[in-house]
């Protein structure tokens, strides 16, 4: 099982941005499909974006769509999710997965095996 470490969460002001890391130690991320995901207070753990580790396709959540950007760095093994134009809503624990490779990937949490311990954005004036 791949350890994976999330850094870079924090508190900052709505309109503001963060870039959420997320690194794997002794495996190369690229080989696996790294979903993001987020779990607020009461709620239910969302499926935020994802990166297939093939042609490096990616999905987002509607909610997320336009001011979130996931990218990898293989020679890093770290993937990044860039948040801009944070909102209040966006407050929650974001937690990083690593699931095996597939053409496409999915925010299914099922189809990931391995996750990182979270660390927690905090949107707010």
């Known amino acids: 099982q791949l350890q994976l470490v999330e850094s ?5 002001q709505p309109g503001g941005s963060l870039r ?6 002794r495996f190369t991320l690229g080989y696996y499909t790294i979903g993001w995901f987020r779990q607020a207070p009461g709620q239910e753990r969302e499926g935020v974006s994802c990166l297939s580790s093939g042609d490096g396709s990616t999905y987002y959540a509607d909610s ?8 990898r760095d293989n020679a ?3 993937v990044y999710l860039q948040m801009n134009n944070l909102k209040p809503e966006d407050t929650a624990v974001y937690y990083c997965a690593a699931g095996p490779p597939r053409p496409r990937c999915t ?3 099922g189809r990931f095996g391995s996750w990182g311990q979270g660390t927690q954005v905090t949107v707010s004036s």
């Not at 870079?8 to 900052?12: F, N, Q, R, W």
């Open 20 to 25: 959420l890391s997320c690194a794997a130690s």
């Open 76 to 78: 890093k093994s770290t």
């Open 8 to 12: 870079g969460g924090g508190l900052v």
């Open 107 to 109: 925010v299914v949490a």
């Open 64 to 71: 997320v769509k336009g001011r979130f950007t996931i990218s």
